[in-house]
């Protein structure tokens, strides 16, 4: 079980190998109590296709980042909090396969696997994590997640208005409530979603008008300082993920995913 990993030596090895992976661009990994559960790749569903990401599962982080060179660096290390997560799988369509959605109140996204028995062993190892967390922690799961944005690649229209053809100068933006591709008209209203950002996010007319009604008829004394209409363009669009062009949509050739602990003997 990943209990006997805590204070061996093979598992501060691993850990400290992934550290020197993400060099000075990622954040300490070894702290106490914190093991490494397994790591592999995985296709992640980024706001304008689909990349390649290496994932590291530990009993209280999902760590991520790109691929800069397989096994030795990586970079624009993302950490969520497993507390935080809910798993929701995917059925499988005609072009993508073996998916589920990682959910948290901040962000949410779909990921893909090579084979379904590497999508069932990720998704059972990171829910045998988040129950063991909650349980020892007293915690509740998260009630209220982010929306999955929906990619650029499947709204060639407004998603609201269903009239505006997104062009060069009609830019494509993305409701922070409920994920829809829309326009700029479309989404010049900000509302204040506590959970994903301490300002006020772009979210489209729809949205914003059930926030208001909702936070009006809960008298929320807030409303008039959160709820202002912007035109300005300078909500953050860009999905971080997007800034590395190198690698290719699907992942052709890599290693099975290993998972440690259940075999193991601690050292």
Same mark, same amino acid.
């Given at each position: 079980?990943?209990?006997?990993?805590v204070?061996?030596?093979?598992?501060?090895?691993?850990?400290?190998?992934?550290?020197?992976?993400?060099?000075s661009?990622?954040?300490?990994?070894?702290v106490?109590?914190?093991v490494? %559960?397994?790591?592999g790749v995985?296709?992640?569903?980024?706001?304008?296709?689909? =990349?390649?990401? +290496? #994932?590291? &599962?530990? *009993?209280?982080?999902?760590?991520?980042?790109?691929?800069?060179?397989?096994?030795k660096?990586?970079?624009k290390?993302?950490?969520?909090?497993?507390?935080e997560?809910?798993?929701?799988?995917?059925?499988?369509d005609?072009?993508?396969?073996?998916g589920?959605?990682?959910k948290t109140?901040?962000?949410?996204?779909?990921?893909?696997?090579?084979?379904?028995?590497?999508?069932s062993?990720?998704?059972?190892?990171i829910n045998?994590?988040?129950?063991?967390?909650?349980?020892?922690?007293?915690?509740?799961a998260?009630?209220e997640h982010?929306? %999955?944005?929906v990619?650029?690649?499947?709204?060639?229209i407004?998603?609201?208005? =269903?009239?505006t +053809? #997104?062009? &060069?100068? *009609?830019?494509?933006?993305?409701?922070r409530?409920?994920g829809?591709?829309?326009?700029?008209?479309?989404?010049n209203k900000?509302?204040?979603?506590?959970?994903q950002?301490?300002?006020p996010?772009?979210?489209?007319?729809?949205?914003y008008?059930?926030?208001?009604?909702a936070?009006?008829?809960n008298?929320?004394?807030?409303?008039?300082?959160?709820?202002?209409?912007?035109?300005?363009?300078?909500?953050?669009?860009?999905?971080?993920?997007?800034?590395?062009?190198?690698?290719?949509?699907?992942?052709?050739?890599?290693?099975?995913?290993?998972?440690?602990?259940d075999?193991?003997?601690?050292?």
């Amino acid at each position: 079980m990943v209990d006997k990993l805590v204070n061996s030596e093979a598992n501060a090895r691993r850990i400290a190998m992934v550290e020197s992976c993400f060099g000075s661009s990622g954040q300490p990994l070894g702290v106490p109590g914190r093991v490494l %559960v397994g790591e592999g790749v995985l296709t992640k569903m980024c706001r304008k296709k689909p =990349k390649t990401r +290496q #994932f590291f &599962l530990f *009993n209280d982080i999902l760590v991520y980042g790109n691929i800069i060179i397989n096994k030795k660096k990586y970079n624009k290390q993302h950490i969520i909090p497993l507390e935080e997560v809910k798993l929701e799988s995917l059925d499988d369509d005609n072009q993508y396969k073996n998916g589920w959605l990682i959910k948290t109140a901040s962000k949410s996204f779909a990921v893909y696997a090579a084979t379904a028995v590497e999508k069932s062993e990720w998704m059972a190892h990171i829910n045998k994590c988040i129950d063991d967390l909650l349980r020892k922690s007293g915690k509740k799961a998260v009630s209220e997640h982010a929306a %999955v944005w929906v990619p650029d690649t499947e709204a060639s229209i407004c998603m609201h208005c =269903k009239k505006t +053809q #997104f062009t &060069l100068i *009609n830019r494509r933006h993305h409701c922070r409530k409920c994920g829809a591709v829309v326009c700029g008209p479309c989404s010049n209203k900000r509302f204040l979603l506590p959970s994903q950002s301490s300002k006020p996010l772009r979210v489209c007319l729809h949205c914003y008008n059930a926030l208001t009604a909702a936070s009006q008829k809960n008298q929320n004394s807030s409303t008039d300082s959160t709820q202002k209409g912007i035109n300005a363009d300078s909500s953050g669009e860009e999905d971080s993920d997007d800034d590395e062009e190198a690698n290719k949509t699907q992942p052709e050739f890599h290693d099975m995913p290993k998972f440690y602990g259940d075999n193991e003997k601690a050292e």
